[in-house]
């Protein structure tokens, strides 16, 4: 499904709420892991008064939600969003990309049969057909981006049954998730520099991490092996 902004409004909220630099920071930490209201000031540098109404903004919205352990209320995104946004001399529009819609491989095949006619009179109907495909390409970027998100989630789930100290599983969950320097694990989970140095000494000898320098940056790299067809 596509949804096009001539038809819903949802966009507008999402796109008014992502303006904020706040919110995306955020969000930007949630995609790492649960927080609760707290972590999330102490992380950024905010009021818990000004982090509990962002995320109450998120929440109402449906981009977060959130569940109570114990005292602490912790929250999450559980949804994935994709929005495209096209700006040219000829159009304005913004959509919300849901599910896929017909057979890109045939979208594709029509069109270049399509342009590879030159009469005229088909002029619109390659028009037509164009558009189509640039949906079509839409839903390819979606599809590829549920797929990595589909990995990552077949990776912790193998990550949960690795007999490693639980310091080197958080280390790999981080990196999972897209941390790519010991400070950025440190400073997100809370542990020790130190500890995450020596994690990643260990899950280093064991060829599961890798270190790569990138412009005078030391960053580090997954080393996963496993079917990918499983």
């Known amino acids: 499904m596509l949804v096009n902004n001539s038809k819903d409004k949802g966009w507008e909220e999402i796109i008014e709420l992502l303006a904020n630099e706040s919110r995306r920071r955020i969000l930007q930490l949630l995609t790492k892991k649960?927080?609760?209201?707290?972590?999330?000031?102490?992380?950024?540098?905010?009021?818990?008064?000004?982090?509990?109404?962002?995320?109450?903004?998120?929440?109402?919205?449906?981009?977060?939600?959130?569940?109570e352990e114990g005292r602490r209320r912790y929250y999450y995104i559980d949804r994935t969003f994709n929005i495209?946004?096209?700006?040219?001399?000829?159009?304005?529009?913004?959509?919300?990309?849901?599910e896929q819609d017909g057979d890109l491989q045939k979208t594709f095949s029509e069109v270049a049969a399509l342009m590879n006619r030159r009469a005229g009179r088909e002029l619109s109907e390659v028009f037509e057909r164009l558009r189509d495909m640039e949906r079509a390409f839409r839903m390819l970027q979606k599809d590829i981006s549920d797929r990595i998100d589909e990995l990552i989630d077949r990776m912790i789930v193998e990550l949960d049954r690795m007999r490693l100290d639980e310091i080197s599983k958080v280390v790999l969950y981080a990196l999972i998730k897209g941390l790519d320097t010991p400070e950025k694990i440190s400073q997100t989970f809370g542990i020790p520099y130190e500890e995450v140095n020596l994690a990643l000494t260990r899950l280093e000898k064991s060829g599961l991490v890798s270190k790569v320098e990138d412009g005078g940056v030391v960053r580090l790299k997954l080393r996963w092996r496993g079917d990918v067809n499983e």
């Not at 304005?92 to 849901?98: C, L, P, Q, S």
């Open 34 to 67: 649960p927080c609760y209201v707290s972590e999330i000031s102490y992380a950024l540098r905010m009021a818990p008064k000004v982090v509990l109404e962002h995320l109450e903004k998120l929440e109402r919205a449906g981009i977060i939600r959130s569940y």
């Open 84 to 98: 495209s946004i096209t700006i040219s001399p000829h159009r304005f529009a913004i959509e919300v990309i849901g």
